[in-house]
């Protein structure tokens, strides 16, 4: 069965946050998950491989502006759907 982005998402996060950390769509990776610049970084490589996203195909703009959970769902598939189009006009 294939995972939702959501759902990789969380597996993702799950593993670098402690276990006593609720994730939700409204946590803040910053504020609320404690996440650095560093940890960012290596949260979105993991992601986008994981979902064979190149992280090339993301503007600064796009990631200086993730601030949720949420906002990394959106983003993920918003590229999906772009790969797809993409695909099938080829």
Same mark, same amino acid.
């Given at each position: 069965? !294939?995972?939702?982005?959501? /759902? ?7 593993? /670098?946050l ?11 990776? !910053?504020?609320?998950?404690g *996440? ?7 949260? *979105?490589?993991?992601?986008?491989? !994981? ?29 999906? /759907?772009?790969?797809?189009?993409? !695909?099938?006009?080829?």
């Amino acid at each position: 069965m !294939k995972q939702s982005t959501y /759902q990789i998402i969380i597996e993702s996060l799950s593993n /670098q946050l402690d276990d006593n950390i609720e994730i939700t769509p409204d946590s803040r990776l !910053k504020e609320d998950l404690g *996440f650095p610049s560093i940890k960012m970084i290596m949260f *979105f490589t993991d992601v986008t491989t !994981k979902m064979n996203i190149s992280i090339m195909d993301f503007t600064d703009y796009e990631l200086i502006n993730i601030q949720t959970v949420n906002d990394v769902n959106e983003l993920l598939t918003q590229k999906l /759907q772009k790969n797809e189009t993409n !695909k099938n006009t080829i």
